[in-house]
C-alpha cells in the first residue's frame, strides 16, 4: 500500500482533474491543437517583424529566438502549474470559494490544485523549439555559468509569473470583476517579457525591470548568455538576481494573498 504523505490529497486532485480532461479524447485533441496555434501565433509575429528589420532593441532574429523561447518556457509552465487561479473571480460570485475554506487544507494550495490545463503544455513544446533554435543558433561561449543562467532563468522565471498569477488572484478578493486589469500584468507581463527591453520608454523599463520584474524572466538572462551589454538602468549583470525578483514577487503574493483571504466574508449563501 502507498504511504500516504500530505501530499496525497493534492495528487489524488490532479490525478482525476488529468484523467476528466483526457476523457473526451477528440476535444482534448482540439484544445491541444488550439493552445498550439497560440504558440505559432505569437512565433510567427516574431518572424514577421523581423523580416522588415534586422535588430530590435541590439538583438537579431537569432538573439530574440532565444529570449522568446525563455520568456515562453517560463509563462507557460506558470500557466500549467497556476494559471486557472483567473477563474478565482468564479468561485467568489458563485459563494463555491466557501467550500474550500472548510477543508482542512491551505486555501491557496486546494486553488492551484483544483485544475491543470494539459492543453496548455503544447505552448512549452512551442517554448522549447525555439529556445533549442536559439541556443544553436547564437554564438554562445558554453560553459558552467552558461548553463546555470539557463537553469536560473527557467526555474526562477516561472517562479516570476508564477507568483505573478498569485498576486492577481489575490486582488480578486476585492476587485471581484477586474480580472481584465489583472490580466494586463500577467499576460501583459508575459508580451512585455518576449520583447526587447531596450525598446522600453524609461518609465515601462521601470515597471517591468523592477516593479513587475518580467525583464529578469527572459530579457537580462538573454543579455547574460550572449555576452551582450544591458540598456541603461538594465546592466546584464542583473541576470544573476533573478532569484531576488523571484522572491520579490512571492513575498508581494504572501502580502496580498493574505490581506485578500482576511477580507474575504463569504458568498452569502
Not at 32 to 57: D, K, M
Not at 127 to 153: K, R
Not at 215 to 220: D, G
Amino acid at each position: 500500500m502507498a504511504e500516504t504523505t500530505w501530499a496525497t490529497p493534492y495528487r489524488a486532485i490532479l490525478a482525476s482533474r488529468v484523467r476528466a480532461q483526457r476523457a473526451y479524447r477528440t476535444g482534448f485533441a482540439l484544445d491541444l491543437t488550439s493552445s498550439l496555434l497560440i504558440g505559432v501565433t505569437e512565433l510567427a509575429e516574431i518572424w514577421i517583424i523581423f523580416h522588415n528589420v534586422q535588430v530590435l532593441g541590439g538583438l537579431d532574429f537569432h538573439a530574440i529566438l532565444l529570449l522568446f523561447g525563455l520568456s515562453n518556457l517560463a509563462f507557460s509552465s506558470a500557466d500549467l502549474l497556476v494559471g486557472h487561479l483567473d477563474t478565482l473571480p468564479t468561485y467568489i460570485r458563485a459563494g463555491t470559494v466557501d467550500a474550500f475554506y472548510v477543508r482542512p487544507l491551505p486555501l491557496l494550495a486546494q486553488l492551484m490544485t483544483s485544475e491543470i490545463s494539459l492543453r496548455r503544455m503544447t505552448r512549452i513544446v512551442v517554448a522549447l523549439v525555439a529556445l533549442g533554435f536559439g541556443l544553436s543558433l547564437n554564438d554562445i561561449d558554453w560553459g558552467p555559468a552558461t548553463v546555470a543562467m539557463l537553469l536560473v532563468a527557467a526555474v526562477f522565471g516561472t517562479a516570476i509569473f508564477a507568483g505573478l498569477f498569485t498576486c492577481a488572484a489575490a486582488l480578486q478578493f476585492f476587485l471581484v470583476n477586474g480580472s481584465e486589469l489583472t490580466n494586463s500584468f500577467t499576460y501583459g507581463g508575459a508580451y512585455a517579457s518576449s520583447q526587447p527591453a531596450a525598446v522600453f520608454p524609461a518609465p515601462l523599463k521601470l515597471v517591468f525591470g523592477y516593479l513587475v520584474p518580467v525583464a529578469f524572466t527572459a530579457y537580462l538572462p538573454t543579455l547574460a548568455i550572449l555576452g551582450l551589454p544591458g540598456p541603461a538602468g538594465l546592466p546584464t549583470w542583473l541576470a544573476w538576481l533573478t532569484p531576488l525578483a523571484a522572491a520579490w514577487v512571492w513575498g508581494l503574493a504572501a502580502l496580498l494573498w493574505r490581506w485578500g483571504t482576511r477580507h474575504y466574508q463569504g458568498g452569502g449563501g
